[in-house]
């Protein structure tokens, strides 16, 4: 008869220790990871050593009103999330404490870092990446200056929008030019009787 030891109880599944979760909930960290790099066109890393908790909240909260996110990370599951993504040269960027910004928008990420790297001198980003290729500081600030797309959607609505009032004034107003050379028309005739 085998003896009931804990290798044995792991063994037989009977049991799920501490470890057995932490690995679970692990792999599922980078399952999940690896899912948001796959569907962000842009990643940016920082460092945020010295941030405080209130620091850190209000970032988050101002990358979810701009439509990104920001997670601090565990460098050695986010390189095992990014490995096999369109984001895979970054990984040499994830050594310290640092933290990711990715959103599907291409601009926000970039915009909510660049302006909070600029007011908190603990938040100092170190690269990124932009639809897979790698880019630098230089690249980042460049992409922040850009519009975001809803400032785009906004800008393209307006402008498809101008020509359509043009061309409803531009049609009433022969309306209006008739009914004005009627009214003076009839004025006249009234004038003359």
């Known amino acids: 008869m085998s003896r009931l030891t804990l290798a044995n109880i792991r063994f037989f599944n009977l049991i799920k220790t501490e470890v057995d979760v932490k690995r679970s909930e692990k792999k599922d960290f980078v399952t999940n990871l690896k899912d948001e790099f796959n569907n962000s066109s ?24 701009n439509g990104a996110k920001f997670k601090v990370t ?14 895979k040269d970054l990984s040499d960027l994830f050594t310290g404490p640092t933290a990711i910004a990715y959103s599907t928008d291409p601009v926000a990420p970039a915009k909510v870092a660049v302006s909070f790297e600029k007011k908190f001198e603990n938040f100092k980003i170190i690269g990124g990446g932009y639809n897979g290729e790698k880019i630098d ?6 992409l922040a200056k850009l519009p975001s797309l809803d400032e785009l959607r906004g800008k393209l609505i307006g402008l498809i929008s101008a020509p359509a009032q043009k061309i ?18 009839s004025s006249n005739s009234q004038e003359s009787n």
């Open 42 to 65: 842009s990643v940016i890393v920082a460092q945020y050593s010295g941030l405080t908790v209130n620091e850190s909240e209000n970032l988050r909260k101002e990358m979810r009103a």
């Open 74 to 87: 565990k460098n050695r599951l986010t390189k095992l999330a990014i490995s096999d993504t369109q984001f």
């Open 137 to 142: 500081n230089e690249k980042i600030n460049f």
């Open 168 to 185: 409803a004034l531009l049609a009433s107003e022969p309306g209006s030019q008739i009914a004005r050379l009627i009214s003076a028309k």
